[in-house]
């Protein structure tokens, strides 16, 4: 290994805050719990996780965006999400709804279960000022799309988006070639159980544990990360760590930043304030969802 190659360090933990958002859904925020806890390009990091129908079953009814992309990743339940296009996806346990709102869409995501358990997650990727007014673009990924990797040392990953690169393999997801190039792995390690991944030293890169613990870092100087709580990473070149004596199951989140500004305004994410203002009146006026217009020629 090169001399400049360094394991990351676990920099500083976002503990996930319980709220709720859409009509009532009971959740788990860490990133975006508030807007100092970005980590550019990644603008919010939702776990929602219950066996209870009263904290899930009224949903996300119909609602806008603008200006960054939204990606569901169900791990157990069955949710429809319908959009102004005519979109419908029917999302069951394993599956991914990678969404990018551009310039507008107005959609909901609704329970289809009235009983056990709903767990997932959805996370905001902004997109870069290029691309925030380009048309709703929209992707469901059934589960048999996404792979699913056993590892030598026990445990497996399933690769969402990026590429999984372990020893001797480099596996694709689905996703591949957005501009913030997004490393999406879902990853369930035995007790004690190492894990290496490379990162590109120039991009921002968190861990959200959902079971068990990590211990974050090279192993003589590895920091604790626990249940519920997202890792932002320092630079390096590399994740390693160990999961804890109970195991542990985390996302790991790698994508590069876009170093420009952030405004938002609820479900609208823009550059300037303007902008902003100008996403209101759209909705407002029904704009943020017509149809752009086509160039004759
Ligand atoms: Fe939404």
């Given at each position: 290994m090169a001399a400049s190659g360094r394991a990351r360090a676990l920099q500083k933990i976002v503990e996930a805050h319980p709220t709720s958002d859409g009509a009532g859904v009971k959740l788990r925020r860490s990133?975006?719990?508030?807007?100092?806890?970005?980590?550019d390009p990644f603008l919010m990091l939702d776990e929602f996780s219950s066996f209870?129908?009263?904290?899930?079953?009224?949903?996300?009814?119909a609602h806008p965006h603008r200006g960054f992309e939204t990606v569901t990743y169900l791990i157990d339940g069955h949710m429809l999400h319908e959009d102004h296009l005519g979109h419908r996806g029917d999302l069951k346990s394993g599956a991914v709804q990678w969404m990018s709102a551009g310039r507008g869409i107005v959609h909901s995501e609704m329970p289809q279960q009235e009983q056990g358990r709903m767990r997932g997650f959805q996370l905001w990727i902004n997109l870069p000022a290029r691309e925030k007014m380009k048309p709703a673009s929209y992707r469901d990924i059934s589960p048999d799309e996404i792979p699913s990797v056993e590892l030598a040392q026990g445990g497996r990953v399933k690769a969402i988006a990026g590429t999984l690169e372990i020893p001797g393999r480099s596996v694709p997801g689905?996703?591949?070639?957005?501009?913030?190039d997004p490393l999406y792995l879902d990853v369930e390690l035995p007790a004690l159980a190492s894990f290496t991944h490379p990162v590109k030293s120039d991009y921002n890169a968190f861990i959200y544990v959902f079971e068990g613990g990590a211990s974050i870092g090279p192993p003589s100087a590895g920091k604790d990360l626990a249940t519920h709580c997202a890792g932002v990473l320092a630079s390096g070149d590399r994740v390693e760590l160990r999961a804890a004596s109970e195991g542990a199951r985390f996302l790991l989140l790698a994508a590069r930043p876009l170093g420009e500004p952030v405004v938002q305004y609820g479900p609208f994410v823009m550059n300037t304030r303007e902008e902003i203002e100008q996403a209101i009146r759209d909705y407002q006026s029904g704009e943020l969802t017509r149809a752009p217009a086509v160039a004759a020629r």
């Open positions: 990133l975006g719990r508030s807007q100092m806890e970005r980590l209870d129908p009263n904290d899930y079953i009224a949903g996300f009814p689905p996703i591949q070639g957005l501009s913030t």
